[in-house]
C-alpha cells in the first residue's frame, strides 16, 4: 500500500471515508428493501452523510455568507434533492465520486508541487562563514558582501563569490543541465546553486544571498506562473460565468420543464412530470462545477514550466509559453550564440611599422574595454611578447600611456598614447568616419584597421569559431515549424555570409550598428511577428551583452548561456542557462506541448460539459453521467496535464 | 526588489486553499478590497501576492482580505 503512505493525515481520512460508503453503498444494492421505504431512507443515509457531511456543512456556511454558487452548497442541494426524489443511490453516488475527485485533484497537485520543488532543489540552506579563524555555520541571509566562506566537499555553494583558495570540480547541472563537471581554481567565479564535489573552497563572496544566481533563479521560476497565460484568465472569467448561468438555467427548466410541457399538452399534469424535470434540473448541479477545467489549466503551465527548467530553460511566465509556442521567426545575434564568441587575432597585416608594435598599440588603446574583440587584441598581444598563451601572470598594457580614449559606437575607438600618438582602431566605417584612406581587407572575418595619426598601418584579423552544435540548432528550429531563421551581426557581409551559408539559416543581415539591430527587429515585427497579425511571433536570441534593447523590443526575448549575467535574466522572457543553440527548438517544443494539453483540456472539459448539459436537459442523461461530465472529465484532464511532468 | 519602498507596498503571503476555482474566487474577494492596487492568488505554489494603494496599512488591509476571503470560501487560509 505505497500509495496510501504516502498520502497526508487528511487524505487518508478522505480516503476511508469514500471506500466505507462506497462499500455501504455496493452493499445497498444488492439488499431488497423495496418494501421498506422509512429502513431503505434511514440505511443510505448512513454511507450518504459519511461521505458528504463536510460539504453539506461548507454548504450551510455558504449560505450564511450568501455564496449560492458556492460549489458545496450546489453539491448539496443536488444529492438532497435526489434524495427527496427517492434516488437515494444517486445522491450517495455523487457524494462518493465528488469526493474521489477532491482527493485525487489533492493527490495530483500535491505530486506536482513537489516534483517541482525536488527539480529546483537548488536553495542553500546554510553557509560556512569564517571569522577570525573560526568557521560557524550560519543563516545565508546574514552574510555579508566581501565575507569569506568555506565550501566543503558535498556542499551546496550558498552564494556567488570568487574561491580565494583551493581547486575542485563543481557540478552545474542543477543550474545549467550540464552533467559534466568542471574544474575550478583560485581566483575562478563560482556561482551559487552548484555543487562542490571533490576539495574544500575558501570563497570571498561578492553578493548579498538575496542577490546570488540561486536566490534569482528560485524566485524565477516560483514566481513564474504568477504571471498568467491569456488561456488561463480566459477559464477564470469562464468559470465565474458557467456555474451562475447552469445554475439559472437548472431553476429554468424546474419550473418552466413541467409548466410547458403540461401547458403544451405533452405531458400530464402529475407528480411525476414535476419530478421528471425536477430530477433533470439536478444533473445539471452536478455539472456546474467548474473545477474540473480550472485546475487542469494552471496544472499544466506549472507542469510546463517545471519541465522547462529541468532542460536548463527557465521561462519567466506562463504567459510567455504562449508566446514561444507561437514563435515562426527566430532572430539570432551572431555574437555568443551562433558562434561562440571566442574571438582570435588569426592575422596581423601590417604596412610599415612592425607587427609587434601594431599589437602594442591597439592592446593599449582597447585597454579599457570589454568587448570580446578587445580581449581577443589584448590576448594576442600578451601572446606576441610572452610568448606563450596568455594566462594570469601575462603582462597587462600599462594603461597609463593611454591619456584619453574615445569610442564611437558601432565603430571602433580612438585614443591618445604616450601623450604623442592618436590610434584610431576598428571597422572600415570608422576609417571612412575619420576620412583615413585604407584598402579593404579580402580575407574571411572580422577586420579591424588600425591608424596612426591619419595613417593607416594595418590590419588585424579576427575569427569566431562557429558553435559545432549551431548547424542542427537551426536544423531543429526549421524542425519545429519556424519559418524564418534570421541571423543579424554587426560585421561584415563576406563573415556574415560564410558563416549564414554553414548554419543554414534563411536570412542574413550584416554591418548593422546596435541600433539597427533594434530597428530591423521591428521591421521583421511588421512582416512576419506579432504586428503581423495571426498566430505568429518574433523571438530573438541574443548572448545578453548588449542587446538588451532588442530582447525586449521583441515579441519573446530569449537570452542564452546568461548566467550570472543580471541584465540579460531582467531583460529577457526566457533565459538558456547552458550556451546550447539547440535549446532553442528544446524550448519550443515544450512550450508547443504544453499550450497543446491547455488546449486539449479545455475543449474537452467545455465540450463534454456542455454536451452532457443538452443531453440531461432533454432527459438523455441520468445523474451517472453526470457524474462523469464533472469528475471523470476532472481526472482526465489532470492526468492529461501531469504528462508535462514526464 | 528595485528599492526599499517598493517592498513596503508589495508583499507575498503564503496560503492554504483546496481548489484552483476557491484559489480563483479568493482573488476576486481579495482584489475588491480597499487599499489593494492589484492581488494575484497563485494556486500552485500556494501564494498570494498583493500590491498596496500608496498610504495603506498592509496589517490593517489584510486583516480585511482574509475577512473577505473567508466568505468566499470558508476553509481558507492566509498566513498574515
Partial sequence: MKFVNELSKSQKKRLYRITIAAVLEIA?????????????????????LIAGYDILIEAFEGIRNHQVFDECFLM?????????????????????????????????????????????????????????????????????????????????VPIDGLIVEGTSSVNTSALTGESLPRDVKEGDELLSGT???????????????????ASKILDLVESASDHKARSEQFITKFARVYTPAVCYSALALAILGPAISILAGVADPSMETVSQWVYRALTFLVISCPCA?????????????????????????????????????????????????????????????????????AALA????????????????????????????????????????????????????DDKEDVALGNLRLMEHLGIDCKPCESIGTIIYIAVDGHYEGHFVIADEIKPEAKEAVEDLKKVG???????????????????????VTEVCAGLLPADKVTKVEELLKTDGSEAGGHSSLAFVGDGINDAPVLTRADLGIAMGALGSDAAIEAADVVLMDDDPRSIAKAIRIARKCIRIVYENIIFAIGVKFLCLILGAVGIANMWLAIFADVGVMVICVLNAVRMLK | MSSGKDDEMKKTYKIDVDCANCANKMELAAQKTDGVKSVVVNFMTLKMKVEFEEGADPAAVMAEVLRNCKKVESDCEIFI
Avoid: C
Avoid at chain 1, 445497498?28 to 450518504?48: D, E, H, S, T
Fill in chain 1, 366 to 417: 582597447e585597454g579599457h574595454s570589454t568587448h570580446p574583440i578587445a580581449l581577443s587584441i589584448r590576448r594576442a598581444w600578451q601572446k606576441s611578447v610572452s610568448g606563450a598563451a596568455a594566462d594570469a601572470a601575462a603582462p597587462a598594457p600599462d594603461l597609463q600611456r593611454v591619456t584619453r580614449v574615445e569610442e564611437i559606437s558601432g565603430k571602433g575607438v580612438v585614443a591618445r598614447i
Fill in chain 1, 293 to 361: 477545467i480550472v485546475v487542469s489549466i494552471p496544472l499544466s503551465f506549472f507542469g510546463g514550466l517545471g519541465a522547462a527548467s529541468r532542460q536548463g530553460v527557465l521561462i519567466k511566465g506562463s504567459n510567455f509559453m504562449e508566446t514561444l509556442a507561437d514563435v515562426k521567426v527566430v532572430v539570432l545575434d551572431k555574437t555568443g550564440t551562433i558562434t561562440k564568441g571566442n574571438f582570435e587575432v588569426t592575422d596581423v597585416h601590417e604596412n610599415q611599422r612592425p607587427k609587434e608594435e601594431l599589437l602594442e598599440l
Fill in chain 1, 76 to 156: 448539496a442541494v443536488a444529492t438532497l434533492g435526489a434524495m427527496a426524489l427517492g434516488d437515494y443511490a444517486e445522491a450517495v453516488a455523487v457524494m462518493v465520486f465528488y469526493q474521489i475527485g477532491e482527493l485525487f485533484q489533492d493527490v495530483a497537485v500535491g505530486k506536482s508541487r513537489r516534483s517541482i520543488s525536488e527539480l529546483m532543489d537548488i536553495r542553500p540552506d546554510y553557509a560556512n562563514l569564517e571569522q577570525d579563524g573560526d568557521v560557524t555555520r550560519v543563516d545565508p541571509d546574514e552574510v555579508e558582501v566581501g565575507s569569506v566562506i568555506v565550501v566543503r566537499p558535498g556542499e551546496k
Fill in chain 1, 482 to 504: 519556424v519559418k524564418k531563421t534570421v541571423m543579424l551581426t554587426g560585421d561584415v557581409q563576406s563573415v556574415a555570409d560564410a558563416v549564414a551559408e554553414e548554419v543554414g
Fill in chain 1, 28 to 48: 445497498l444494492a444488492f439488499i431488497p428493501l423495496g418494501n421498506q421505504p422509512v429502513l431503505r431512507f434511514v440505511l443510505y443515509l448512513i454511507p450518504y
Fill in chain 1, 195 to 213: 555543487v562542490n564535489m571533490s576539495g574544500v573552497l575558501r570563497v570571498q563572496t561578492t553578493k548579498e544571498f538575496e542577490e546570488s544566481t
